[in-house]
C-alpha cells in the first residue's frame, strides 16, 4: 500500500456531506457533465447487454404478460390510466374500480412516466409498454449519478467514471427491475445524497429550495417509498447546515421546501384521493419485510425473486421469508474494497485519526445517518442470519407510521449507497492514483463474477423474444359477452366464493381494456376496499330487487352464486365464470336453469384419478338425460389437474370442441375450481382431485346446448 501523508489526505479529501459552497460555484461544472456522459453511456451499454434491445420495442408486451405478478400489475395500472377518462387532479383514474376514482400512486406502476405518456397518448401506438425504456433509464441514471457522487469526493473523472458499472449493476435495483419496477430507481436516493454534496450559499437560497421540492416531488413521482429514505438522509444533513451556519433558518427553508414538494405532487397524482386504502401490514409483517443484518454480505440466493442467483459467496440463513424486502447485497468486489479500506485505515490510524478530527461534526453525521437507515430497516425484528434476536418494542405511533410504508427492508438501499461511495472514495484517498485504478479494476472483475448469476438469468429472459402469452382466461369470449357493455362487475370476496387469481384478473383486465370498459375490482397494492365493497354490495342490493344495469356485464365465481340471480339474468359461462346480462347477448349460448343436484365432502389425501361421473349421483344423470343438458361442476379446497398428466397448474383445461369447455381455477388450490360440462362428456370425462374440500354438482337446464 502506498504511504499517502496527512497533509495529501487533507488536500484530497471533501467533507462528507457537504463542501464550500465558494468552492462549488467557482468551479467548473464541465467534468460533472462529462462524468454523467460518459458513466450513462456505460450504464446503458451494460443494459443492453444484460437485457437486450427487444425490451425496448414499445409495442412488445408478451415478455411482460408471461412475466405476471406485480410487473403486470404495473403494466395494467399503466393500461387502465391511459383508457381512462382525464380527471383532477390528473393521478386519478376511472376505469380500474369503478365508479370509484383510484390514484396511479397505488397501482405500483411509475406515475410520472404513466401521466407523460398519458399525455401523448394520441400519438402512441394501442398497444404501448414504457418500461423497457425506463429499465435504460434506470442503468444511466443509477450510473450516471453515482458517479458523480464519487467526482464530487475525489475531483477524479477517469477513477469515478470507472466506477460506474458498479452503481449500474446495484444488485437490489437489478433485483426490482421487472418484478417491483419503480423500485430500480435507485438514482432517486443518489441524487438526494448528490444534492447533499452539492450545498449552496444563503445567495443560492431559492434555487436550493426548489432543488429539495423537486427531489421530494420526484421521489412520489416515481414511488414513495423513496421518501422515508430521502427523508432521514435530510434531516442529518439540515442538523450540519444548523450547526455550521449556528442559523435555524436554512433548515425551515429545507423542511417546507421539501414538505411542499411532496404535498404538491402527492396532490397532481390523486394520492389524498383515499388515504385509507389498505396496505395490508401488521406488526408482524413490518418485522418479516425487513432486513436482516447480515444484508449486506448476504447474497440471498434463497430469497424470493433471487433463487438461483448463486455467486462467490455463500448465502445466509434469514430469520423471516419476507427479509428478501431488506435485499442489499454489496457483491463480492465492494466487500472486498471494503475490507481493504478497513484495513487501510487501521494501518494509517494515525493520519485518519487526524483527518477525522478535522471533519468530526460530518463524520459523526454520517454514521448516525447510516445506522439510523440500518435501524428503520429492521423494522420492529432486530435478527441476523436464521435467529431472531429480539423485537423492538416501538409505541403505537411510530408503529402506525411504518404501516404506510410496510416493507421497512428497503430502507437498506441508503445504507447500501452511502456504504458504496464511502467505499470507492476511501480507496481513492488511500492508495496512489494508478494503484487506486488497478484495485478498481480487480474490484470490477469480482463483482462482474459475482453477479454472474444474476445477469445470465435476466439475459435469459429478457434477450431473447418470448412466445404469445398464453391466458389463463378466453379473453375473446369474455370480450364478446361484453359486447355493447360499459362496465365488468365481478362479484368477488369472502362472501362471494373468494377471490380471483391475480393472473385471471390481468385477463379478464385485458379484455375490459380491449373491449373499451371498465371494471369494478382488480388486483393492486393498496386498493380501497371499503369503496369498493361498498359498490359491489350496491349492485348486489340492485339484483335483489330485480333492477340489473342494462349497461353491466355481471360475472360471478360459480354456478352456485349466478344461480341466486337466475330469474333476473341471461346467463353466460366462460372459462371458468358465469356471466349474467339483463338481456340475451346475439351469437352466445345462453345456461339453462342452474339446479343443485349433489354435493360431497371428500377427504383425499393422495390424487384420485377417476371418472366425472362417478362425482354425480346416478339418479342425477337420470334426470339430466338428453342432450341439451350439462353439469356444472365447483369444487372448494381440492387440488383438481387432468386425471393421469403432470400438468401443475392447479385447474383443468379442457376442449371446447369436444364440449367440455373450461375448468378453471379461480382462487388456487386452497380455494374454488368451476368448469362445465356436456351431458355426453360427464360421462367419459376424467379428473384428478386431491385435498379435503368439497364438490359440488349443478345441473343445467334444457338452454345449454340450443344456441
Known amino acids: 500500500m502506498a504511504h499517502v501523508d496527512s497533509d495529501k489526505m487533507g488536500q484530497k479529501a471533501a467533507p462528507a456531506l457537504a463542501c464550500d459552497a465558494d468552492r462549488w460555484r467557482d468551479a467548473e461544472r464541465c467534468p460533472y457533465l462529462t462524468v454523467a456522459l460518459f458513466s450513462g453511456v456505460i450504464g446503458a451499454c451494460i443494459f443492453i447487454l444484460i437485457y437486450g434491445m427487444q425490451v425496448l420495442d414499445v409495442t412488445y408486451v408478451d415478455w411482460i404478460r408471461n412475466t405476471a405478478g406485480d410487473f403486470a400489475q404495473s403494466y395494467y395500472g399503466w393500461s387502465f390510466y391511459r383508457a381512462s377518462a382525464w380527471h383532477f387532479p390528473p393521478g386519478l383514474m376511472d376505469s380500474v374500480a369503478y365508479p370509484g376514482l383510484t390514484s396511479i400512486i397505488y397501482i405500483d406502476s411509475v406515475p410520472l412516466f404513466n401521466f407523460i405518456f398519458k399525455v401523448m397518448s394520441p400519438l402512441l401506438p394501442d398497444t404501448f409498454q414504457f418500461f423497457g425504456i ?34 449500474a449493476l446495484c444488485t437490489f435495483a437489478m433485483q426490482r427491475l421487472y418484478t417491483h419496477t419503480a423500485l430500480a430507481a435507485n438514482w432517486v436516493i443518489l441524487a438526494g445524497i448528490l444534492l447533499v454534496l452539492k450545498t449552496f450559499d444563503k445567495s443560492d437560497r431559492r434555487r436550493y429550495m426548489l432543488l429539495w421540492a423537486a427531489l421530494f416531488a420526484l421521489g412520489v413521482s416515481v414511488n414513495i417509498y423513496y421518501l422515508p429514505i430521502l427523508g432521514i438522509i435530510m434531516v442529518f444533513f439540515c442538523i450540519y447546515r444548523c450547526v455550521t451556519l449556528r442559523s435555524g433558518m436554512p433548515v425551515l427553508n429545507v423542511f417546507a421546501s421539501s414538505l411542499l414538494g411532496v404535498v404538491v405532487a402527492f396532490w397532481f397524482f390523486g394520492g389524498f384521493y383515499h388515504l385509507s386504502s389498505n396496505s395490508g401490514a401488521t406488526a408482524n409483517s413490518i418485522g418479516s419485510l425487513s432486513a436482516n443484518l447480515n444484508t449486506l454480505f448476504n447474497p440471498m440466493d434463497t430469497g424470493l425473486y433471487l433463487t438461483g442467483f448463486k455467486g462467490l459467496l455463500p448465502s445466509r440463513g434469514l430469520a423471516r421469508f419476507g427479509q428478501y424486502e431488506g435485499y442489499a447485497y454489496l457483491g463480492a468486489g465492494l466487500i472486498a474494497a471494503l475490507l481493504f479500506v478497513i484495513v487501510g485505515a487501521i494501518g494509517r490510524f494515525g493520519d485518519m485519526r487526524k483527518w477525522l478530527a478535522q471533519r468530526r461534526l460530518a463524520a459523526c453525521l454520517v454514521l448516525l445517518c447510516v445506522l439510523s437507515l440500518a435501524i428503520a430497516s429492521w423494522g420492529t425484528l432486530v435478527s441476523v442470519g436464521s435467529h431472531s434476536l429480539f423485537d423492538i418494542p416501538y409505541p403505537a405511533p411510530i408503529l402506525s407510521l411504518f404501516r404506510v410504508f410496510r416493507s421497512m427492508g ?3 438501499w441508503g445504507v447500501w449507497d452511502i456504504v458504496a461511495i ?13 494503484g487506486a485504478m488497478l484495485l478498481l479494476m480487480v474490484i470490477l472483475v469480482l463483482q462482474l463474477v459475482d453477479m454472474d448469476g444474476m445477469i445470465a438469468n435476466r439475459q435469459s429472459l429478457y434477450v431473447q423474444r418470448q412466445g404469445e402469452y398464453v391466458p389463463l382466461v378466453d379473453i375473446d369470449g369474455v370480450k364478446d359477452l361484453l359486447s355493447g357493455k360499459s362496465h365488468l362487475l365481478i362479484f368477488e370476496g369472502t362472501e362471494y366464493g373468494g377471490r380471483v387469481l391475480d393472473q385471471i384478473h390481468y385477463d379478464l383486465g385485458e379484455a375490459v381494456l380491449e373491449g373499451g370498459a371498465t371494471i369494478n375490482d382488480f388486483y393492486y397494492s393498496r386498493r380501497d376496499d371499503a369503496a369498493i365493497d361498498g359498490a359491489t354490495t350496491e349492485a348486489q342490493a340492485e339484483l335483489e330487487e330485480g333492477k340489473p344495469r342494462a349497461d353491466t356485464l355481471y360475472c360471478f365465481l360459480g354456478f352456485g352464486e349466478a344461480s341466486k340471480y337466475q330469474d333476473t339474468l341471461h346467463l353466460y359461462y366462460e372459462s371458468g365464470f358465469v356471466f349474467g346480462s339483463s338481456t ?106 386431491g385435498g379435503t374440500g368439497s364438490i359440488e354438482i349443478y345441473r343445467i337446464g334444457d338452454a345449454y346446448g340450443q344456441g
Open 134 to 167: 425506463w429499465g435504460l433509464i434506470c442503468f444511466v441514471l443509477n450510473s450516471a449519478l453515482g458517479s458523480c457522487c464519487v467526482y464530487r469526493l475525489t475531483r477524479s473523472t477517469l477513477y469515478s467514471v470507472t466506477c460506474s458499472p458498479l452503481f
Open 410 to 412: 428497503r430502507f437498506a
Open 422 to 434: 464511502l467505499v470507492l472514495v476511501g480507496l481513492f484517498r488511500l492508495v496512489a492514483k494508478r
Open 584 to 689: 340475451p347477448i346475439d351469437g352466445e349460448e345462453e345456461l339453462g336453469h342452474i339446479e343443485l343436484v349433489s354435493a360431497r365432502q371428500l377427504d383425499l389425501p393422495d390424487a384420485n384419478h377417476g371418472s366425472l361421473s362417478g362425482y354425480i349421483e346416478s339418479d342425477a344423470i337420470d334426470r339430466a338425460a338428453g342432450e341439451g343438458h350439462g353439469y356444472g361442476i365447483e369444487t372448494r379446497g381440492l387440488v383438481v389437474n387432468n386425471a393421469g398428466t403432470t400438468d401443475t397448474m392447479v385447474s383443468v383445461r379442457g376442449n371446447k370442441e369436444s364440449g367440455l369447455g373450461y375448468m378453471n381455477n379461480i382462487q388456487g388450490d386452497w380455494g374454488l375450481t368451476v368448469g362445465l360440462v356436456s351431458q355426453v362428456e360427464a360421462e367419459t370425462a376424467e379428473i384428478s382431485l
